[in-house]
């Protein structure tokens, strides 16, 4: 398998920091007993990345954009209420409100996003 390159694809920046410096690559190092997919795409600036089982499925999941307005800023963050909650310390997201989560070895959170309506239930059997 040749290593593909960023600039065989058309890669977005990334959705978290929106860093332009974006890598595409097999594994190769083995993921310790556990299942990963072959192919990984990250953003080499906050370290975020996915993998996939090929590099046709990784490239479509990176450039997916959920239909939002996009990651703001954790200080603008709104009060007592819960929204979607990004931080790179463990490249991950959570649902909450983020001032509930505070102290040594918590996650600091960076960014925030406002939760997308739930699905219509209309039609459906109760």
Same mark, same amino acid.
């Given at each position: 398998? &040749? &290593?593909? &390159? ?29 299942? @990963?997919?072959? @192919?990984? @795409? ?16 990784? @490239? ?28 790179? /310390? ?17 996650? /600091? ?16 059997? &109760?």
């Amino acid at each position: 398998m &040749t &290593t593909p &390159t960023p600039q065989d694809y058309a890669l977005k920046p990334c959705p978290f920091c929106a860093g332009a410096e974006i890598f595409i690559e097999p594994d190769e190092r083995g993921s310790g007993g556990q299942w @990963v997919g072959p @192919v990984h @795409v990250g953003c080499k600036a906050c370290g975020c990345q996915l993998c996939a089982d090929d590099e046709s499925k990784a @490239v479509a999941w990176w450039n997916r954009r959920a239909p939002q307005s996009g990651w703001l800023s954790i200080s603008e963050a709104p009060q007592g209420r819960d929204v979607l909650l990004y931080s790179p /310390r463990y490249l991950d997201l959570t649902i909450g409100d983020w001032r509930h989560y505070c102290g040594i070895n918590q996650p /600091r959170f960076t960014h925030y996003q406002e939760l997308p309506p739930p699905p219509s239930t209309k039609g459906e059997p &109760t």
